[in-house]
């Protein structure tokens, strides 16, 4: 991949964080000397793109579930078009936690924004790129003049993971250009009707083009082989962060938070299609109940039996940043700074995993 292409996409999301960073304030944080009683009473704010997407669905499982509220926390959860706006929300102090792919943070940390995952949610990306037949294999993506690829959002985990494909497909850089698609019923009429020729994105929207044809799948992490095979050993994904400073600052509230998201992901292991048809959105199922429960089945397997970062997760996750960057070289990172399982740990032994 070219350097001026990765430069874009880096510039971008710098440009995304600066700016935001501009609008909001450090009024968000509470003094560390306030009670856990006071503080209770302040409701979290939670950034996260597309939170109809099947990554983001143990978010969901907690809150409609009442696992925050039995934690004595009050959520305010803001949905944005993409993980890099949520993202952008949290560096600038407009939110307290934000969701994202855990790739998201070692970009975040090399360009100066360290963040810290404090719950894993995917054990992959369940990131898929899909191409539409009109345009392949008919006629063979390294041999169109443009290509036009569609993801939630410009600097997301999505066009890293197509980024990564074309790249080890061998097409140019400079053939593609990389459109905002949102997710859902954007992102579906974006693809049919020929704004971009293929998609790099998540389920459910992925499984219910699948099923009725409409895809050639190209690259796919919706299981553990897929993504380790993609990307060389086990890849994290989704996961819930915060800032350092939020961390010190809100330690019980952020250790509240971590046990009830471990608590959904517990109840997700078991959890039957009738269970989750009861808990999950009708708008999220993209007016397709049945494409929503196959993608879940699906995938569930990705989802972290306990949120628990694997040891060597991190590294894959370094490996793969690496290999859009000048000359094979690895961002300065620390990865010991971008996660820690001490809140997992605490909320495992409280719910006897």
Not at 173 to 181: D, L, P, S
Not at 236 to 263: D, H, K, L, W
Request: hydrophobic share 45%.
């Amino acid at each position: 991949m070219e350097t001026n292409s990765l430069t874009r996409r880096q510039l971008g999301l710098r440009a995304a964080l600066a700016l935001a960073a501009c609008a909001g304030g450090s009024q968000w944080l509470v003094p560390a000397q306030a009670q856990w009683g006071e503080r209770s009473r302040v409701p979290l704010r939670v950034a996260v793109g597309g939170k109809g997407d099947l990554h983001h669905l143990p978010l969901t499982v907690a809150e409609r579930l009442g696992y925050f509220r039995d934690e004595g926390l009050s959520l305010d959860i803001e949905n944005y078009t993409g993980a890099p706006l949520a993202m952008a929300a949290v560096h600038s102090g407009r939110a307290d936690i934000g969701c994202s792919d855990y790739d998201r943070l070692i970009e975040s940390q090399a360009l100066g924004f360290p963040c810290r995952c404090l719950v894993l949610m995917g054990r992959t990306p369940q990131l898929v790129l899909a191409a539409s037949p009109r345009y392949w294999p008919k006629k063979p993506l390294n041999h169109q003049r443009e290509l036009r690829i569609g993801v939630a959002a410009p600097g997301s985990s999505a066009q890293f993971f197509a980024s990564l494909w074309l790249l080890q497909a061998g097409i140019s850089a400079r053939q593609v250009q990389f459109i905002g698609v949102d997710s859902g019923a954007s992102a579906i009429a974006a693809f049919r009707q020929g704004h971009v020729q293929a998609l790099s994105h998540v389920d459910p929207l992925i499984t219910l083009l699948e099923q009725r044809s409409e895809v050639q799948i190209l690259a796919d992490t919706r299981s553990l082989k897929g993504s380790a095979d993609f990307y060389g050993g086990p890849m994290p994904g989704a996961c819930m962060y915060a800032s350092q400073t939020f961390v010190q600052q809100r330690a019980r509230e952020v250790q509240a938070f971590v046990n009830a998201v471990v608590r959904a992901l517990k109840w997700m292991q078991t959890a039957s299609p009738a269970d989750l048809a009861r808990v999950v959105p009708t708008e999220y199922w993209l007016d397709d109940r049945a494409a929503y429960l196959a993608a879940f089945e699906k995938g569930r397997a990705t989802l972290s039996p306990d949120g628990l970062m694997p040891d060597d997760g991190p590294a894959t996750a370094l490996r793969a940043v690496a290999r859009l960057r000048e000359g094979q070289t690895a961002p300065k990172v620390n990865l010991g700074l971008t996660y820690s399982n001490e809140w997992v740990t605490q909320a495992k032994l409280k719910f006897q995993l």
